[in-house]
């Protein structure tokens, strides 16, 4: 319910689903959970983007689920989202964080900066009309985080499998494959 009322300006082009998260499980979880959501495939130039946002060579740029790892701060974690949410063969997108990570602007004194994590989001969710959905796994310390993104539009849930479920719920409905809505 909370992803069609948030995502309502926002139909998918496609199934084609892509995401970016900073927790290898949040990973392998997001491709397991697929039913009507196929994996998109990365354009060239997109990978090109990624391996220039890539500065650890930590993240392997080839797959259309990032996992950005700890190490990326704020501005990285939004400009992969931004590089993936323009690539053309992607319809819409997850985004998993776990936000235990101190290069992270998620805790209550921090997740308000206008540089930090849920205002980079709320502004490439703005800019663009693909739909996305974001995951926060961890508990009530990050409720203001949470309501942030919310309050911004986006749809959040608490695990990936809430996220990924809903997001492929949406896209079915939407693309009128009943047999997965």
Do not use: W
Not at 57 to 77: C, H, I, K, W
Not at 118 to 137: E, F, R
Not at 161 to 174: E, K, M, P, Q, Y
């Amino acid at each position: 319910m909370k992803t069609f009322s948030l995502l309502t300006d926002k139909p998918p082009a496609g199934n084609r689903v892509a995401g970016v998260v900073n927790a290898g499980f949040e990973s392998t979880v997001g491709a397991d959970e697929l039913e009507g959501l196929r994996q998109a495939q990365l354009a060239p130039e997109t990978i090109e983007r990624l391996n220039a946002i890539n500065s650890y060579g930590l993240v392997d740029t080839a797959t259309p689920f990032l996992d950005v790892t700890p190490m990326a701060d704020d501005r990285m974690y939004a400009d992969f989202v931004d590089a993936v949410i323009r690539d053309p063969g992607v319809d819409c997108l997850f985004v998993a964080i776990v936000p235990h990570a101190v290069s992270l602007k998620t805790d209550p004194e921090t997740c308000r900066n206008p540089d930090g994590l849920a205002s980079l989001l709320l502004g490439m969710a703005a800019k663009h009309d693909k739909p996305m959905v974001v995951s926060v796994n961890a508990g009530r310390y990050y409720a203001d985080f949470v309501s942030i993104l919310e309050d911004g539009a986006l749809p959040v849930y608490a695990d990936i499998r809430s996220a990924i479920a809903s997001l492929d719920t949406f896209v079915s409905h939407r693309l009128g494959n009943k047999a997965h809505a």
